[in-house]
């Protein structure tokens, strides 16, 4: 008896149609009968492969033992071989010396295999209650890392209390898609611990980032953590934090970057031959203003009539305006020398409107652009040095910090006034009870008293107008 069936050339796998038309056509003498069965096989292979198989997780009942592999290194044999660990999804290698490759101790091989199958039980790998321990703990329902970072993520961007700066939000996002997220995204919220925070602190440290940013990049994974609540907003995996434990390394103030200008650098820049900027620097000079904030001034809403006084309530950033600032105690008036003031009140003219430092189109300016086009050159031609990079490299806050070195150090300003004036928040109840920013009258005093520390283009050198003793 003839029968036609489907040749499969090179063993490869056949279409199910082939099989099943076969199936159907009821031939099926027992000298095909295997055939029929293998054909079926390959072709259930065929559809599984070219399916997404989702993953059913870990299971023991799956696992059939480890003998492990046994490998030289160096004057050693040793065994390797899986096990499950808290807090990873993935197993991770296990090593152990199984004997000396020569001399007293050598094994033969078959003793070698042997002594690698018991080195691998008394582990316990391959246990049950390992296996409970390290898997099964693991609460129902527990999501990963990544999954509540979402949710955490997603309900920062939109809450009332204690809303997030745009610019924040987008540091914190590339930190968890950058940094956390390659590291400790698939591990179960439940396992996140001191012990994976000090994993993450290790890899951030090998990647030589500075130990302020290891700092506040450590800091996301608490905060994803404490979003983790129930119903009642209890916190459903409450943590005690160690940060020895972690060997979170120490912020040292004096090793960070934190450049500054000095006076002689300053009355260069004020010379600087480009107007506009010129006016910035050295508004930024004489006022301690954040860029953002001078970049967000508009004329008609900001700035007194006589130049004396500005006020910051919003700020530019990446030339879009922003209508808050950085933190509620930025929300300030500030007050400027009369010669600053006068240099600002040429420098805007007939103006009544617009941005105080603007396109020619009345469009904000880019910080960005500043720095590479104006600020950077002007550093080169000063053969500016910062002190903690060995380079020419130094922005904005720059002048926030000449500003202040000024008025608490060269000036007997009132200490209250200079946190009212750099926006900063009270620290004690002395700082709380100081109401200074109420006296206009008296700012501007200090204004013109403490003076700015550098010569404007003029030749004036801006010194105190009163003897220092008469202040005191």
Known sequence: MQTNVPAVPGGLAPSCESVRSLIASGVIPPIVANYITTLEARCLENEIDK?????????MSRRTGQNGHVEKSGNWWVV??????P?????????????????????SESARRRRAREIIAASGSDTQEHFDRVVKMQPAGCVTFSEQSKIWFANLIVRRRDPVAPATIETWEATLRKHLIPLIGDIPLCDVNNSVLKQVVGALVDKGLKPGSIHNYSQIPKMVMASAVDEEGQPLYPRKWNHHFMDLPRVIPKDQNRPTYTPEQITFMARWPHERERMLFVFLAGSGVRIGEALGLEIDKHISANFRTITIEQKVRRGKVEERVKTAHAERQVDLHPSIAQELSRFVGCRTNGFLFQTKDGRPLLASSLYSMHLQPALRQLGFVNEQTGTTRAGFHAFRRFRT?????????????????????PQTMDDFYDLVRRDEALRREWAEKCGFGFELPSGVPIVPKTDLGEME
Do not use: F
């Open 51 to 59: 399916k997404e198989v989702p993953r059913r997780g870990k299971s």
């Open 80 to 85: 390797r071989w899986w096990e499950d660990v």
């Open 87 to 107: 807090g990873q999804a993935k197993r991770v290698h296990r090593r152990a010396k199984i004997c000396p490759v020569t001399g007293l101790g050598k094994l």
């Open 405 to 425: 070195t000024h008025l608490r150090n060269r000036q007997p300003c009132p200490p209250g006034l200079v946190q009212y004036w750099m926006g900063h928040a």
